[in-house]
């Protein structure tokens, strides 16, 4: 999941400054992207449409894992 993401988002910013790291409890997985505030507004999208589609991408390789998995994005 974790790679997931991190191709995901490094193809949409274009950059690699950002930090990913995951936490699993149970069947739930969270990840958390750790950037400064010019690649957070390329994350979010404009109206949020770009951070809902990664988190639809992410939770479709989530149920075929039989997980479910949420997506935080943090200022650095």
């Known amino acids: 999941m974790e790679e997931a993401a991190k191709h995901i988002i490094q193809n949409i910013t274009g950059s ?3 930090e990913i790291s995951s936490e ?3 069947d739930r ?3 958390t992207v750790k950037t400064d ?5 390329l994350i979010i999208g404009k109206e ?3 951070i809902k ?3 639809r991408v992410l ?3 989530a149920t075929q894992a039989q ?3 949420s997506l935080e994005v943090e200022e650095n």
């Open 16 to 18: 690699d400054k950002f």
């Open 29 to 31: 997985i969270t990840i």
């Open 48 to 50: 949020g449409k770009t």
């Open 59 to 61: 939770s479709i390789a």
């Open 37 to 41: 505030k010019k690649i957070i507004g």
């Open 24 to 26: 699993q409890e149970d």
């Open 67 to 69: 997980k479910s998995v």
């Open 53 to 55: 589609n990664i988190r």
